[in-house]
């Protein structure tokens, strides 16, 4: 795991977080996408006979999944050759993207179209098309906005959530020259007749794929757009890049995971279009690409399936629920995590796709609610996860203020006298830390520059206690001692409980 000390990501976090936290319409647009998300959500979940079974059921599926990695992906490999699709195992990004650029080179490519799929933005595969001098057209209408914008998705279900439609409209305007629109429908029959287009002239199209059906050779792909049917369908040549992780053993497991992923992600019964894909067009077949390609990416999730303390953050199903929930999501918003897998989840894995000392930041952002956790369709324990990722980090890498503060406080509260004599001296210190600060020396002054030091209270918990207790008359030691019983209390007790004393 990376050892570097590159700063560069926090610091952009913390920059990106206070100019969010304080962008309240921004905050308000995305309060807006979400409002009705919780009540679809929960409706759909309560058409589930059990919603709780079925979570524990695909957590069961995940884990037999990402345990035999090795043995379903080798049986999909298998079937899906067999009917003359090729497999590509990228072991890293580079390895990934060249193996596209390089197909796309041999083939003569000159215009791609694509369709969602977060491994894209992952090895950020447009920018190196894009860099060979290929054309490339986001399908997806949140991602063909994100595009347009120059911007990457915000969310990694929904990209541009936090944008206004006199945004969207604006940005239109500027990039296609087309009328200024309020209505939604409109600028969808925009982005359409662009599109429609783009399909028509693209060589090759590019996919994510959201499950991978070891016993069927099969990609499943789920969309509410249609456009990744077209994006598949339509040009010659088509590639499906996915991460490893998206295996699941059986087609009969996609009965359980596609209605759940529909649930947890938007609130919807089932997502508008659900395609599975077995390779390139076969006799007889109408349609369909002439060559099918399947890159797996790696990408150090191999790493992760190495840690059996978080091997299950693999089981992610990239619902976006999480995300959803978090109050720390709609807060600093999707492009403040500054990776392609935002909120929680993408906190959790970032340190371990990225290099934990340089992204271990991203661990400190959750309150620890546990909301994630609690609304996780396979039931990955997000929020702890979040706290392994921040002791694997103080174990790891140089925090040398912060772990001396630790060693001190452990120390002192070893020693019930030096504890006591720090108390004495307490105040002294909060004083002497109030003139720092006006000296503008402050030690704690990037702790306190978004939060108050709380003032010291003028007596301890102790002398609380104390008082209390004396107003009750009660000893400070605790409960008080049963004092002895008289003769005749003695002769009573017996009585009551029937026992005869011995002679
Ligand atoms: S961690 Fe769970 S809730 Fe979050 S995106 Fe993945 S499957 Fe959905």
């Known amino acids: 795991m990376s050892a570097t000390t590159d700063d560069q990501p926090v610091r952009q976090f913390h920059a990106d977080a206070a100019v969010t936290?304080?962008?309240?319409?921004?905050?308000?647009?995305?309060?807006?996408?979400?409002?009705?998300y919780e009540v679809a959500r929960d409706r759909t979940k309560s058409t589930f006979t059990d919603w709780k079974q079925a979570r524990s059921a695909a957590s069961t599926v995940k884990h037999e999944a990402v345990n035999h990695l090795d043995r379903y992906l080798a049986e999909f490999e298998e079937r899906f050759t067999a009917r003359g699709g090729k497999v590509f195992w990228a072991r890293d990004s580079r390895q990934a993207r060249d193996y596209i650029v390089q197909l796309a080179r041999e083939r003569g490519v000159r215009s791609i179209v694509k369709s969602k799929a977060m491994t894209g933005e992952e090895i950020h595969l447009n920018q190196a098309l894009e860099a060979e001098g290929f054309g490339v057209v986001e399908s997806d209408l949140g991602e063909f906005i994100q595009q347009l914008k120059g911007e990457a998705p915000y969310h990694f279900v929904f990209p541009c959530m936090h944008l206004r439609r006199d945004e969207i409209s604006d940005l239109f305007n500027t990039k296609l020259g087309t009328e200024k629109t309020d209505s939604p429908e409109e600028l969808t029959m925009i982005a359409r007749r662009f599109l429609r287009q783009?399909?028509?002239?693209?060589?090759?199209?590019?996919?994510?794929?959201?499950?991978?059906?070891?016993?069927?050779?099969?990609?499943?792909?789920t969309e509410n757009e249609g456009n990744a049917r077209l994006t598949v369908g339509v040009p010659k040549i088509h590639v499906a890049l996915i991460g490893i992780e998206k295996v699941v053993p059986r087609l009969a497991d996609l009965a359980l995971f596609l209605p759940m992923l529909a649930t947890a992600g938007t609130g919807q019964h089932m997502t508008g279009y659900n395609s599975m894909y077995g390779g390139p067009r076969q006799e007889g077949e109408v349609d369909g690409p002439?060559?099918?390609h399947v890159v797996f990416l790696d990408n150090h999730r191999t790493r992760l399936l190495a840690d059996?303390?978080?091997?299950?953050?693999?089981?992610?199903?990239?619902?976006?629920?999480?995300?959803?929930?978090?109050?720390i999501f709609k807060n600093i918003g999707g492009h403040t995590y500054g990776t392609t897998y935002q909120g929680p989840i993408g906190s959790v894995i970032t340190p371990h796709f990225r290099g934990l000392q340089d992204w271990k930041h991203l661990s400190g952002a959750s309150s620890l609610c546990g909301a994630c956790t609690e609304t996780c369709p396979v039931g990955i324990d997000i929020h702890h996860h979040l706290l392994h990722n921040r002791r694997n980090a103080a174990a790891s890498g140089p925090m040398p203020g912060e772990s001396a503060v630790w060693k001190a406080f452990r120390w002192v509260m070893r020693k019930p006298s030096l504890y006591r004599l720090g108390l004495k001296f307490a105040p002294w210190m909060m004083?002497?830390?109030?003139?720092?600060?006006?000296?503008?020396?402050d030690p704690a002054a990037g702790w306190t520059a978004s939060r108050d030091l709380p003032e010291l209270e003028a007596r301890t918990f102790r002398d609380l206690l104390k008082a209390h207790r004396a107003s009750r008359k009660e000893p400070l030691g605790g409960v008080e001692k049963p004092t002895s019983l008289s003769k005749d209390q003695k002769s009573e007790t017996v009585k009551s409980t029937g026992k005869k004393r011995r002679k």
């Open 198 to 221: 783009a399909y028509v002239e693209a060589d090759m199209g590019i996919s994510g794929g959201n499950f991978i059906v070891a016993d069927s050779g099969m990609i499943s792909i």
């Open 21 to 36: 936290t304080t962008d309240e319409p921004r905050r308000a647009a995305v309060r807006r996408a979400l409002k009705n």
């Open 308 to 327: 059996p303390e978080q091997r299950d953050a693999l089981h992610c199903i990239r619902c976006g629920a999480c995300l959803n929930v978090c109050p």
């Open 431 to 441: 004083r002497i830390r109030s003139w720092l600060h006006r000296t503008a020396i």
């Open 290 to 292: 002439e060559e099918f």
